[in-house]
T-cell receptor, first 114, second 111 residues
Framework: EAGVTQSPTHLIKTRGQQVTLRCSPISGHTSVYWYQQALGLGLQFLLW???????NRGNFPPRFSGRQFPNYSSELNVNALELEDSALYLC?????????????FGSGTQLSVL | QQQVKQSPQSLIVQKGGISIINCAYENTAFDYFPWYQQFPGKGPALLIA?????SEKKEGRFTISFNKSAKQFSLHIMDSQPGDSATYFCAAIAGANNLFFGTGTRLTVIP
């Protein structure tokens, strides 16, 4: 069974640019979660999608947005990149039961903003 | 406000020693406490979890101790190995989808 896949693995952007990160959940999982992991910091919750709808978002500005497609894959978009957006962006999927009890993470996209 | 407080931030243990990571919470609605393990360059992976109706859960060299009255729980890694070197996150869940992570502990096991 394939795990959660994320692309690209690494990305370098400059301030003010826009970026799109992609995530494919485990087959059969309907929920997708996005987390930001900045260097030395923990896991900061960004967004939760389930059945194509945004269910919850963390304390991030509106320039962080995303969507979930009918096949449950998801995109995370970040507009007007700032230096502090440099981080590892992790996607996780869940089969729809309680989040965290069965949360499967991808290996992440390392974003560097110069 | 950090819902789950984790300590220490980093930990260095000799091979064969016991690694102990502690977490504390205030919200009595939490009813599931997982631990995630993250190796460099990888996403976190569920390691072990406990419900508050038990005081201890053991899986191999990994043990969770849970103190409901003190609202504390801890991860013990017995006979720590260099391969255990990773970042460990405790977490707590309330309701259907309220998951809160601790800030993480970077464990280094020295050969």
């Amino acid at each position: 069974e394939a795990g959660v896949t994320q692309s690209p693995t690494h990305l370098i952007k400059t301030r003010g640019q826009q970026v799109t990160l992609r995530c494919s959940p485990i087959s059969g999982h309907t929920s997708v979660y996005w987390y930001q992991q900045a260097l030395g910091l923990g896991l900061q919750f960004l967004l939760w999608y389930d059945e194509g709808e945004e269910r919850n978002r963390g304390n991030f500005p509106p320039r962080f947005s995303g969507r979930q497609f009918p096949n449950y894959s998801s995109e995370l978009n970040v507009n007007a990149l700032e230096l502090e957006d440099s981080a590892l962006y992790l996607c996780a999927s869940s089969p729809g039961d309680r989040v965290g009890e069965k949360l499967f993470f991808g290996s992440g996209t390392q974003l560097s903003v110069l | 406000q950090q819902q789950v407080k984790q300590s220490p931030q980093s930990l260095i243990v000799q091979k064969g020693g016991i690694s102990i990571i502690n977490c504390a919470y205030e919200n009595t609605a939490f009813d599931y406490f997982p631990w995630y393990q993250q190796f460099p360059g990888k996403g976190p992976a569920l390691l072990i979890a406990i419900r508050p109706d038990v005081s201890e859960k053991k899986e191999g060299r990994f043990t969770i101790s849970f103190n409901k009255s003190a609202k504390q729980f801890s991860l013990h890694i017995m006979d720590s190995q260099p391969g255990d070197s990773a970042t460990y996150f405790c977490a707590a869940i309330a309701g259907a989808n309220n998951l809160f992570f601790g800030t993480g502990t970077r464990l280094t096991v020295i050969p």
